[in-house]
């Protein structure tokens, strides 16, 4: 029988190594992109689009307000108002070489 749990952890060791060197692959594209200053770049076998993404940072008035909402739920998980929904998964910690 196959031992589905080191064939798991081989997946995880490669999947690491694919996301990185796609990592590494996106950020030299992105510098060829803004170097040559092409928003959008098509090939035979895809597109390339620089794409942008805001994020912000909110007034302290703001960040009040997200605290006094934790401080709610935490009250109604304590109370029993909040329904709670447990879902199942699987936790995979890899051995630590030292």
Known sequence: MKNIYKDYA???R??????ER???LRAMILKDMQDNKVVREEFE?????VGARK???YSTKIKDMEDKVKIAKNKEVEQGKA???ETNYVVYKPVTLE
């Open 10 to 12: 081989q997946l995880r």
């Open 14 to 19: 490669d999947i690491a190594l694919f996301e």
């Open 22 to 24: 796609e990592e590494a």
């Open 45 to 49: 076998f895809g597109k390339f689009t």
């Open 55 to 57: 994020s912000y940072t």
């Open 83 to 85: 329904k709670a929904q």
